[in-house]
């Protein structure tokens, strides 16, 4: 069995970041430990007639910048340590990008492809119901993560809405359009990625159109991703899903592979084929030879086993945590550049800040406008962590983290300890 534990990862990585700000453990003692934790079990009625009882976590891990902020996911390996790691990065990735939240993160340990759409309506509503004592828009507020989607959050607005007597929009984002979902949401987090990507390519005089990328999972963010860096002129040369992984040297043709995975809910890359692309392991896709390597699945695809044999020139972390610390280190000494979860996935947040504000005004802005203002979200908190990499000679990573604990040290700092 694992003894990996993310939220262990975290709290090196705010170690790091503090002790290169030369902060006092005092000043950030409050980061290393999330603010609220609920553990929850509830009954749910199978289609069978039998009842099964599902545990689910909400962990609010930061309030100090405004209402935590996080999405939820459903999986069979989702544990407290895993939904208290992405509490906690989601803190971190609110501050670098400076939109005005903390952190939270939910998960429900649960195989949702095991489950009816009945099922899955009915563990969705009951968990929501469950964690609402700590939600709500003023509070904490949900988005879709793994295995979750705009549907889901759907219900979980209609069910946090019944139980307060009148419609709270707020209380999740990622919702669809019809009920005060924004536009641009769904492709938020890979739009952001493929901008990340061109900026970083741009800093190291890497043309977009001779770049050869690999992409590790074909979900929500792992497909966008890969389409719109492919819009953008570079080629695809590996994809891989839970199920399969497909290389070809020349490039695949997305569009192809995007189309047959939409074409059904549970289509995945085991029963697709195409001319010339090779099927391949997961770990060869990893350390294919390649520009860029984009892991978009889980946390720890990259790791002490592992990463000696990367042989990516940048890895953009599109996923939450896929590089271990002790990953950070063999690459590093590698010279491979890491561009950090907290900054490269950032833009499904900052979208769903944007659906926030929308829903608190009740008012919807143009899709153009969502993406306008998530561009210049994204490249301003590029910037940022470039600037400090360059002039403290830190990691990405490292530089990420110092910009967005100097924001929280200082809500900290200003708001003072209660009581
Ligand atoms: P998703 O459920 O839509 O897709 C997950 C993908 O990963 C699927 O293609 C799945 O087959 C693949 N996968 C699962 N297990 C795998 C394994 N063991 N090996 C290889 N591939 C595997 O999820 P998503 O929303 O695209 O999220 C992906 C990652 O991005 C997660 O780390 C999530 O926390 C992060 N993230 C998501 C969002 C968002 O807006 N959805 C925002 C920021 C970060």
Redesign the pocket.
């Given at each position: 069995m694992s003894t990996y534990n993310p939220y262990e990862n975290v709290k090196t990585t705010i170690r790091n970041a503090a002790g290169k700000l030369g902060l006092e453990e005092s000043d950030y003692i409050i980061s290393l430990y999330p603010e609220r934790e609920l553990k929850v079990s509830f009954p749910v009625r199978m289609d069978n007639g039998s009842v099964r009882v599902f545990e689910g976590y909400r962990v609010q891990h930061s309030s100090a910048r405004g209402p935590s902020k996080g999405?939820i996911?459903f999986h069979q390996d989702t544990d407290e340590n895993e939904v208290k790691a992405?509490a906690a990065w989601m803190t971190f990735k609110c501050a670098v990008v400076g939109i005005p939240y903390g952190g939270a993160k939910g998960g429900v340990t649960v195989d949702p492809f095991t489950l009816s759409r009945a099922e899955l309506e009915r563990v969705t509503r009951r968990f929501a119901a469950m964690i609402t004592p700590i939600i709500g828009p003023e509070r904490d507020i949900p988005?879709?993560?793994?295995?979750?989607?705009a549907e889901m959050m759907g219900w979980i607005m209609d069910t946090y809405s019944m139980l307060k007597g009148y419609a709270v929009p707020g209380v999740v984002t990622?919702k669809p359009i019809d009920i005060g979902g924004s536009l641009g949401r769904t492709e938020?987090?890979g739009r952001g990625v493929s901008i990340i990507t061109q900026e970083i390519l741009k800093k190291l005089n890497m043309p977009i159109e001779k770049t050869r990328v690999v992409v590790?999972?074909?979900?929500?963010?792992?497909?966008i991703s890969a389409k719109l860096i492919n819009e953008l002129g570079a080629t695809i040369i590996g994809v891989?899903?839970?199920?399969s992984?497909l290389y070809k040297e020349s490039g695949l043709d997305m569009s192809d592979i995007l189309r047959f995975l939409s074409a059904k809910k549970g289509n995945?890359l085991k029963d697709y084929e195409q001319n010339g692309a090779k099927r391949i392991t997961?770990e060869e896709l990893l350390t294919l030879e390649t520009d860029v390597l984009i892991p978009?699945?889980?946390?720890n695809?990259i790791n002490a086993e592992n990463a000696a044999n990367i042989k990516a020139k940048v890895i953009i972390e599109?996923?939450?945590?896929?590089t271990t610390v002790e990953a950070d280190t063999i690459l590093d000494s590698k010279n491979i550049i890491v561009v950090p979860?907290i900054l490269a996935?950032?833009?499904?947040?900052v979208v769903?800040y944007f659906e926030w504000v929308q829903n608190l005004q009740s008012f919807m802005w143009e899709e153009d406008e969502v993406n306008q203002k998530l561009a210049v979200k994204m490249c301003k908190a590029f910037d940022a962590v470039y600037g400090m990499h360059t002039e403290k000679k830190a990691t990405l990573r490292t530089s990420a983290y110092m910009i967005a604990l100097q924001k929280l040290v200082a809500a900290y700092k200003i708001r003072g300890i209660f009581p």
């Open positions: 999405g996911r992405l988005a879709p993560d793994v295995n979750t989607n990622g938020a987090t590790q999972g074909m979900g929500n963010v792992g497909s891989g899903d839970v199920s992984c995945l997961n978009a699945a889980l946390e695809q599109a996923a939450n945590g896929p979860d996935n950032a833009g499904g947040v769903s």
